[in-house]
């Protein structure tokens, strides 16, 4: 079948195992070696056969390779389990999870069980091949979990239903734009971006995806395949473009699970032959809106199906068929709402915090840090010290940053932001504690990590 040519058909996720037309691919791998429908529907047969004779209810997958993933995730449910995501698969972080699954299901990725029963995907050997019905959606549930950007993860439930809403407005939205493409990601199917951008919408378009992962900005920039190829990215990976050589051509470019810098939107034009899609949302909420940015106070736009309002204290609550359709549901965000469903966001509530019975806006010290001529990147967290609450800063130098740190000391570099920070921020908005670095540290999904950046300042003493 010529894959440029095609037109795109949709397959609702309810159906997904009940198509009759078996002929189109579902995946590849690094090789380019395709796994075809047909083969699909057979392993998630196969593999819905074993798990319906489980006993255990709550399944939690964890996966590298996301054509198993896709295989156990579709056979969970049509084995009518409780699908668990995790998002992380450190041994100590998936254990402080395991008491939200009975069991899991795993490829080579788990190294540590965290709990007794589990299984991986490669020992599955039942013959119980039969046909699925179709899924009731609404009566299949999944639980994932938040990033953990600003404290300890936690679960958050929705079902089925809510994600087959979504996919759908992403077709609306994108589908001719992707046209027949092939998909790649640098981000994991484990979290609700890649869960929907990297697997599910393509399965239910019939787009084939990559099994794996772009780690480096190389892979990005130096693969060239045959077929046209659509990015599912993050905004550190875009951002990281800038420090290599090369370029390549994408049909569409996504960005999503953190803020994405104008830097990295012009990196993605250089690069990549345009302005990534970038899309605002949660775990929560799912996806809220979409812009191509092309300056930093580029609006963003509501996804069509969302009605919006705004609270006494100016958040964005919606009424969303991505969350609850009959229930408005408030979010920490800061907005004004503009005509023609648009909209411009300006920080999260919940980064405003009180120390000393003043209220301080973390993201507004960040600002303020990043306007001086030293500083590229700025993250500013609370810290306990006794008796007292105080800032702590982890800021990423530039050129005139590390310029002006050699030629005097450090403690004098101090002093120096200090006095240029008083100027917009009051002493106690005034960041106390100071850490530098190449980077700041990102998880996978390119959010920050409260834990790493606490990390920084346990160690080393000011």
């Known amino acids: 079948m010529d894959k440029e040519k095609r037109s795109m058909s949709y397959t609702a996720l309810s159906h997904l195992i009940n198509q009759k037309d078996l002929t189109h691919n579902v995946c590849f791998d690094e090789q380019h070696t395709y796994v075809s429908y047909e083969q699909f529907q057979h392993d998630v047969q196969r593999v819905c056969g074993y798990l319906s004779h489980q006993p255990e209810k709550k399944w939690a997958l964890c996966f590298d390779d996301s054509y198993q993933f896709s295989v156990s995730f579709l056979a969970l449910a049509h084995a009518g389990k409780h699908i668990i995501l995790p998002g992380n698969h ?96 640098t981000v994991s199917h484990q979290h609700i971006y890649g869960l929907l951008f990297r697997v599910l919408w393509p399965l239910c378009t019939g787009r084939a995806f990559s099994r794996t992962n772009f780690i480096y900005p190389e892979q990005i920039l130096s693969h060239q395949p045959e077929h046209k190829k659509t990015l599912i990215c993050s905004p550190a990976l875009l951002k990281r473009l800038a420090d290599h050589e090369g370029y390549n051509r994408y049909q569409m470019v996504f960005s999503s699970g953190g803020p994405l810098a104008i830097e990295g939107a012009e990196q993605s034009e250089i690069k990549l032959s345009l302005r990534p899609f970038e899309v605002y949302g949660s775990t929560e909420t799912g996806g809220v809106g979409y812009r191509q940015q092309m300056e930093p106070t580029s609006l963003w736009t509501f996804f069509p199906s969302h009605q919006a309002r705004l609270n006494i204290e100016h958040c964005l609550e919606l009424l969303s068929p991505f969350i609850d359709e009959s229930l408005w549901y408030p979010t920490s965000d800061y907005c004004d709402l503009l005509d023609n469903g648009q909209f411009m966001l300006k920080g999260r509530v919940d980064r405003v915090i009180k120390i000393e019975e003043k209220r301080l806006s973390l993201t507004e010290v960040e600002k303020r840090l990043m306007q001086l001529e030293w500083i590229d990147e700025a993250a500013v967290i609370p810290m306990e010290e006794v008796k007292r609450t105080v800032l702590g800063a982890v800021i990423v130098l530039s050129d005139a940053g590390n310029k002006s740190i050699q030629q005097g000391s450090k403690g004098k570099f101090w002093l120096k932001l200090r006095s240029e920070l008083r100027e917009w921020l009051e002493p106690v908005g005034i960041p106390r504690r100071f850490r530098t670095v190449k980077e700041i540290p990102l998880n996978s999904q390119g959010k920050r990590q409260m834990h790493d950046l606490q990390q920084l300042f346990n160690d080393v003493n000011d």
Request: aromatic residues 6%; glycine residues 4%.
């Open 90 to 185: 450190q041994p100590a972080a998936l254990t402080e999870l395991s008491e939200h699954f009975d069991a899991l299901l795993h490829d080579d990725i788990i190294q540590v069980m965290p709990c007794e029963h589990h299984c991986h995907y490669q020992t599955i050997t039942d013959n119980v091949i039969s046909v699925l019905s179709p899924l009731v959606l609404g009566n299949i549930r999944l639980t994932l979990f938040t990033s953990g950007s600003t404290d300890t993860p936690k679960p958050i439930e929705k079902t089925l239903q809510l994600l087959s809403n979504e996919i759908q407005q992403l077709e609306q939205l994108w589908g001719d734009k992707l046209d027949a493409t092939e998909i790649y990601s």
